[in-house]
Every structure is written in structure tokens, then in C-alpha cells.
């Protein structure tokens, strides 16, 4: 049976449709990828969530600062504590950040640009929902288009984060300022990873990059293992 | 009873503010010498239902640790202006200064 993905839709979001039809590029007999409303109070039955890229909520007050408050996110909080696989792209990360799912914060980019370019990420851990099926240190292209997504911590947290192998990717030349290089993170169990880059804008040859492919397909996997087990 | 008060979130110290430095750096153009620890933040100003001063003070504080400032890269202070029917002419009752995070607010933003 195919792994059910649910990509969230915020008032703002719009990435979730490249998400959806990136995933798509997995096939039917893999992947039931479709959108879930803000509002869901129920992520029973989804094998894995993505929040998309885009500006939730405006991105009133902060980035991700009133998407925590969506309905959906009580539920998502829950399903990440049940090992759920989850990944906040872009905006979705910075959701992610003020939920409190993963550490640290996404300031305003070094240098107050907005950033729509491509860059060198490294895969840095293969723990993760996203890298599991990447190889450590590869070298991935992909899209980034932000401008708030210059991660920060406290120094005890970033040691946490090295110490605990949860920097997922780093960039290879640092576009935005982030502590550290990091490009994203994860949780302490690896099943809620949050990036910056576009992984679904990375999948087809006229993209010039299907490296957002090989994350996609750490996904699939952990999302196919996920429905494999008996609930 | 209602209470006027204003709470203003900034980057924490050690956080780079580039807006700041930049302002900073502008103001010299206009001919405005001698200005140093420009500092760019958000001021929000908020109607609260509080029996007294001190517990619209402590409201507001709540307000803005748990949601207007994100404590991993801002401070916040909060300040009671007065009740609201009195705003117009009233001083500050209540001001001092609370750190959402972990450091201590610094005041004059030093960093």
C-alpha cells in the first residue's frame, strides 16, 4: 500500500503544491501524497507530514510565531512525539523553531537580503526521516528563497547539537549567516528534521538539480516503514 | 479596569541587529553626530484588563514571553503607561525592564 504524506496547508502557504506533485514523481503504487487543512485536529492515518514553504499566517509578528496556534499543530506535536516522520521546509521549518519541535530560531539573513539562489548543502548526518537514504557528505544542490533563515542557538544548544549528531545539513558556502553553517536540524530522535532549501524544487532535470530528489526519498522510505508497522 | 501598556521587543544582546548598525551608520549623513546604540525593534501597544497596575504589568509579561517576543533572539520590557481612560496625561507607573531568555535584559543594548 502506498505511504499517505500530508502536506499542511497554513492561510499563506505555497509550496505545498510543488511538494505534492514532487512527491507524486515517486508513483501512486509508493506515494498517496495530498493536502491537509490547517484546521485538522487529526493526523491519525498520515505515515508522514511535510509543512511546505511559503508565509503562514503572513508571517505576522514572526515567521511560524501564530502557525504554532493552528489546530493542526497540537496534533502534529503528538505525532512527532510518536515518532512520526515530519519535515518543515522553509517556512515550515521556522514553524517548526516556534513550535518549539526543534531548537534555535531563523533570524533575518546576514546582510537584510532575501535569497532566491542555489546553493551547496552537505548531508552532515543520515540518522534523519530526510537523509536516511542519502550517503554522509554528499554534496546536494538545491534552491533557497528566504529571507528570515539564519538559524541561531544559544552556544549550549549548538553543542547539543553537535554532540547529538543533529545538524542534518550545512552549506557549503555560507549564503545567509547561519551559526554554524547549518542549512538543518533535527530532534533528538532524527523523525522531525527542518530546512531552509527546496528539496521539492530540486526533482526535475529542467530545475537543473534533482538532488532534491535523494532527501524525497529518505521520506518515502521512513514514510513506507512507518505504514509497514501495525497500528 | 483597563490598563494602556507598552511592550517593546528587541534582539537579545550578542544578536547581530544590521537594521541598527545601519541606521546607525545613516544618521551621520543627515548630520546627526554623536548617536551610537541604534537599535531596531517592535513596540506593541495593548488595552489589558487588570485589577491593578501590578497585575496588568504581570499580563503583559506573560503576553510577551510566550508570544510577541521569541526568546532565543529577543528581549522585551514591558511598561504599564496608565489606566486607559487617563492615558492621555498620565506618566508611567510601572516600568522596568524583564528578559524573556535566559540573559539579562542589558538597558542600554550594549552589542
Known amino acids: ?231 | 479596569m483597563k490598563y494602556e501598556v507598552l511592550v517593546e521587543v528587541r534582539l537579545r544582546s550578542g544578536i547581530a541587529d544590521p537594521q541598527g548598525a545601519t541606521i546607525e551608520r545613516a544618521l551621520p549623513a543627515l548630520g546627526f553626530e554623536g548617536v551610537d546604540d541604534v537599535h531596531v525593534g517592535k513596540a506593541f501597544r495593548l488595552s489589558i484588563e487588570a485589577s491593578d497596575e501590578d497585575g496588568a504589568y504581570a499580563r503583559g509579561t506573560e503576553m510577551a514571553q510566550r508570544l510577541l517576543a521569541n526568546p532565543v533572539i529577543e528581549d522585551s520590557t514591558v511598561t504599564v503607561i496608565g489606566p486607559v481612560e487617563s492615558v492621555s496625561s498620565a506618566a508611567p507607573l510601572t516600568s522596568s525592564a524583564v528578559s524573556t531568555g535566559n540573559a539579562v535584559s542589558t538597558g542600554n543594548g550594549a552589542g
Open chain 1, 1 to 231: 500500500m502506498a505511504a499517505k504524506i500530508g502536506v499542511v496547508v497554513f492561510p499563506g502557504s505555497n509550496c505545498e503544491h510543488d511538494v505534492v506533485k514532487a512527491l507524486g514523481l515517486f508513483g501512486s503504487s509508493r506515494v498517496d501524497a495530498g493536502l491537509v487543512w490547517h484546521g485538522e485536529r487529526s493526523l491519525a492515518g498520515y505515515d508522514a507530514v511535510v509543512l511546505p514553504g511559503g508565509f503562514a499566517h503572513g508571517d505576522y509578528l514572526r515567521p511560524g510565531a501564530l502557525a504554532r496556534f493552528s489546530p493542526v499543530m497540537e496534533a502534529l506535536a503528538k505525532y512527532a512525539a510518536d515518532g512520526g516522520p515530519v519535515v518543515g521546509i522553509c517556512n515550515g521549518f521556522q514553524v517548526l523553531t516556534e513550535a518549539g519541535l526543534l531548537p534555535g530560531a531563523l533570524q533575518k539573513n546576514r546582510g537584510l537580503r532575501f535569497l532566491c539562489t542555489t546553493v551547496g548543502v552537505e548531508v552532515c548526518t543520515t540518522r534523519t526521516v530526510l537523509t536516511g537514504e542519502s550517503d554522509l557528505g554528499a554534496q546536494l544542490s538545491l534552491p533557497i528563497n528566504h529571507f528570515e533563515g539564519n538559524f541561531t542557538c544559544d552556544p549550549a544548544t549548538l553543542e547539543r547539537l553537535r554532540a547529538e549528531d543533529r545538524i542534518v545539513l550545512r552549506y557549503t558556502a555560507n549564503p545567509n549567516g547561519s551559526l554554524d553553517d547549518i542549512a538543518g536540524v533535527c530532534n533528538e530522535e532524527g523523525n522531525v528534521v527542518g530546512l531552509m532549501p527546496h528539496p521539492e524544487r530540486a526533482c526535475d532535470a529542467l530545475t537543473a538539480s534533482t538532488d532534491g530528489m535523494r532527501l524525497l526519498e529518505s521520506l518515502v522510505v521512513a514514510a513506507t516503514r512507518r505504514a509497514q508497522v501495525p497500528v
